[in-house]
């Protein structure tokens, strides 16, 4: 398969099409980022690599960070995590209270704020020091010591973090959180605030493309089940109330980000990360979504 040529022919398409996209705005670390970078990265289980454009360029990823966290989690706590979150799709944007007080504070899905929120007390339970080992955590699965924080986005987000402390709050109505919600909620804006590239990205996913194991390190990450089901989830909540029309369009799981990235993996073959920062009212990006259309059926891959 021609990855590289398929590439370069998209983002060419796509470059100029008229993007009725707008940045996100409500973080204001991210307001100011330049409208019209575009990167792509495709890291295939050999270590092959494809690119195109800005691939080389660090930008917050926001909640792609969530599938990783989730990991985390899933490792440590196993099948009870799904005592404290659904697995189904929410229907509803990612930060949506109606959805959470209908659902007695239980998340629909780990892939919304509030599911990454409790998440994230379910890894202050386990954790001597939360923040410290998710981030080694995350380094170990992208097979990279250079990832972090950004202390900046992360402030940035919390000085306007108002209706995440509001779904927070709302679950501790519910018990549903357990620890101190500012020790939970700095935990979730610092998850939300790593920055990486689009190749560092494609590489840290490919764990999801080689059934938990990441073929470059050779490490298990998760069971080969997990692997099936961390993606599953991904298929089904990774887009939040656009997911239907994600994998209609893409076939594939994928996860977004207000950072406008989104990350698709075709297990067995490769993982692929776009970015281009103008979103569509759904909060994903618009060029990504339409480059991943288009590249997986010129390409002939989806998982169905
Ligand atoms: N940090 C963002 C928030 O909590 C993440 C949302 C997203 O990327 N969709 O609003």
Same mark, same amino acid.
């Given at each position: 398969?021609?990855?590289?040529?398929?590439?370069?022919?998209?983002?060419?398409?796509?470059?100029?099409?008229?993007?009725?996209?707008?940045?996100?705005?409500?973080?204001?670390?991210?307001?100011?980022?330049?409208?019209?970078?575009?990167?792509?990265?495709?890291t295939t289980l050999e270590d092959k690599h494809f690119s195109m454009g800005d691939s080389d360029e660090k930008f917050s990823i926001q909640s792609i960070a969530k599938?990783?966290?989730?990991?985390?989690?899933?490792?440590?706590?196993?099948?009870?995590?799904?005592?404290?979150?659904?697995?189904?799709?929410?229907?509803?944007?990612?930060?949506?209270?109606?959805?959470?007080?209908?659902?007695?504070?239980?998340?629909?899905?780990?892939?919304?704020?509030?599911?990454?929120?409790?998440?994230?007390?379910?890894?202050?339970?386990?954790?001597?020091?939360?923040?410290? #080992? &998710?981030?080694?955590?995350?380094?170990?699965?992208? /097979?990279?010591?250079?990832?972090? *924080?950004? @202390?900046?986005?992360?402030? !940035?987000?919390?000085?306007?973090?108002?209706?995440?402390?509001?779904?927070?709050?709302?679950?501790?109505?519910?018990?549903?959180?357990?620890?101190?919600?500012?020790?939970?909620?700095?935990?979730?804006?610092?998850?939300?605030?790593?920055?990486?590239?689009?190749? #560092? &990205?494609?590489?840290?996913?490919?764990?999801?493309? /080689?059934?938990?194991?990441?073929? *470059?390190? @050779?490490?298990?990450?998760? !069971?080969?089940?997990?692997?099936?089901?961390?993606?599953?989830?991904?298929?089904?909540?990774?887009?939040?109330?656009?997911?239907?029309?994600?994998?209609?369009?893409?076939?594939?799981?994928?996860?977004?980000?207000?950072?406008?990235?989104?990350?698709?993996?075709?297990?067995?073959?490769?993982s692929i990360a776009v970015w281009s920062p103008k979103l569509n009212p759904k909060g994903n990006s618009f060029k990504g979504m339409e480059f991943l259309e288009r590249?997986?059926?010129?390409?002939?891959?989806?998982?169905?």
């Amino acid at each position: 398969m021609d990855y590289q040529a398929a590439i370069s022919k998209i983002y060419n398409e796509i470059k100029n099409i008229e993007d009725s996209g707008k940045v996100a705005t409500y973080i204001p670390e991210l307001a100011g980022i330049d409208p019209n970078k575009f990167g792509v990265h495709l890291t295939t289980l050999e270590d092959k690599h494809f690119s195109m454009g800005d691939s080389d360029e660090k930008f917050s990823i926001q909640s792609i960070a969530k599938v990783l966290s989730l990991t985390l989690a899933y490792n440590l706590e196993e099948d009870n995590l799904w005592k404290r979150m659904g697995v189904e799709p929410s229907g509803a944007p990612f930060n949506s209270l109606t959805l959470l007080e209908y659902n007695n504070g239980v998340p629909r899905n780990p892939m919304i704020n509030s599911g990454a929120i409790v998440v994230c007390d379910i890894l202050i339970n386990h954790l001597k020091n939360p923040k410290q #080992e &998710l981030i080694e955590f995350i380094r170990h699965v992208s /097979g990279n010591s250079e990832i972090s *924080y950004s @202390e900046r986005i992360s402030k !940035s987000e919390k000085s306007v973090g108002y209706r995440n402390a509001s779904l927070i709050h709302l679950m501790k109505a519910y018990d549903n959180i357990h620890n101190d919600i500012d020790e939970v909620l700095d935990l979730y804006f610092s998850l939300c605030s790593i920055e990486m590239t689009c190749k #560092e &990205l494609s590489k840290t996913f490919l764990y999801l493309a /080689g059934y938990g194991v990441c073929p *470059y390190t @050779e490490n298990r990450v998760v !069971s080969a089940s997990k692997s099936k089901r961390i993606n599953a989830i991904m298929q089904l909540c990774g887009m939040y109330d656009e997911a239907g029309e994600f994998s209609f369009r893409t076939g594939l799981p994928g996860k977004s980000g207000v950072g406008g990235g989104i990350v698709a993996v075709l297990p067995n073959h490769y993982s692929i990360a776009v970015w281009s920062p103008k979103l569509n009212p759904k909060g994903n990006s618009f060029k990504g979504m339409e480059f991943l259309e288009r590249f997986t059926t010129e390409t002939e891959s989806s998982v169905f």
